[in-house]
């Protein structure tokens, strides 16, 4: 087991390399968050309304859709990391796991560049469903191993 888990194992490290590379890319948008809410003056609680001078928290377009590309990250990303893991244990090839992973990473960077840049769909579907399609690969392997 622990040979498996180990950045001599080239699985591991892909899988590494995208826990890594898609908690950067969530986290990235809490400070986006903020600063799309100081340029917008468009603060959720009303003690950062006060704060900033306005009798009651304001909605702005422009803060919901950082928020909700990090909600989108929230409800993917840690299914992605638990069934990832899992997935090395299974011992899959190099360029399998490479193929997933990198994949998987590529296709959220991806997503949050559409969904924060407003490109038009089918772009962000595409890479959203990318990562739904590797994600469920992992799945359908894990569960066929259980069986």
């Not at 950067?24 to 986006?32: C, D, G, R, W």
Request: glycine share 6%.
């Amino acid at each position: 087991m622990s040979e498996l888990i180990s950045f001599e194992n080239p699985v591991f490290k892909y899988y590494a390399l995208a826990v890594a590379g898609t908690a950067i890319n969530m986290l990235i948008k809490a400070p986006l968050t903020a600063r799309q809410r100081f340029k917008h003056g468009a603060f959720a609680n009303p003690e950062d309304a006060k704060s900033a001078k306005q009798d009651k928290p304001r909605v702005n377009e422009e803060v919901e859709r950082v928020r909700r590309a990090h909600l989108n990250d929230l409800e993917n990303v840690p299914v992605f990391w638990a069934l990832g893991f899992i997935f090395v244990l299974l011992e899959p090839s190099e360029s399998s796991a490479r193929n997933h992973f990198l994949g998987f990473l590529a296709a959220r960077v991806a997503h949050s560049f559409f969904y924060l840049c407003q490109i038009p769909q089918p772009t962000r579907g595409l890479a959203f469903f990318a990562g739904v399609g590797i994600v469920g690969s992992m799945a359908v392997q894990i569960i066929q191993r259980a069986l």
